[in-house]
């Protein structure tokens, strides 16, 4: 986890928000759910440690369903930003869900 990762990321958004609109345009919804997928995988490498991935990862394992509902809503929440798509915002909006999931499991190891 680093500024400039996190900086990389974020100017990456900018080109790939762009073939994101261009896929929704295109009706290309598998395209779609790629390049998403491809970006909330580059921002939680970009955004957490890697002791962070690895409880993520173990989440992932026994709750995948419910992980990829709240990243769905999260992105959801971020996507549109003065009725404008801003994939930058809706990453935001997924990291800060992924730091409340890891918080929510290292509360639950310790008790």
């Known amino acids: 986890m680093g500024f400039w990762s996190l900086m990389k990321a974020n100017f990456r958004s900018i080109r790939v928000q762009r073939k994101i609109e261009e896929a929704m345009a295109a009706e290309d919804m ?4 790629e390049l998403i997928s491809q970006s909330v995988a580059t921002i ?5 440690t890697r002791q962070q991935l690895q409880i993520l990862e173990a989440f992932k394992d026994t709750h995948r369903e419910e992980l990829n509902e709240l990243f769905t809503r999260a992105f959801q929440r971020g996507w549109m930003r ?5 994939l930058s915002n809706a990453m935001d909006e997924v990291l800060r869900a992924a730091q409340d999931i890891i918080k929510e499991a290292r509360r639950l190891r310790r008790e």
């Open 82 to 86: 003065n009725g404008v798509p801003n």
């Open 30 to 33: 598998a395209m779609v759910t």
């Open 44 to 48: 939680l490498r970009a955004g957490l």
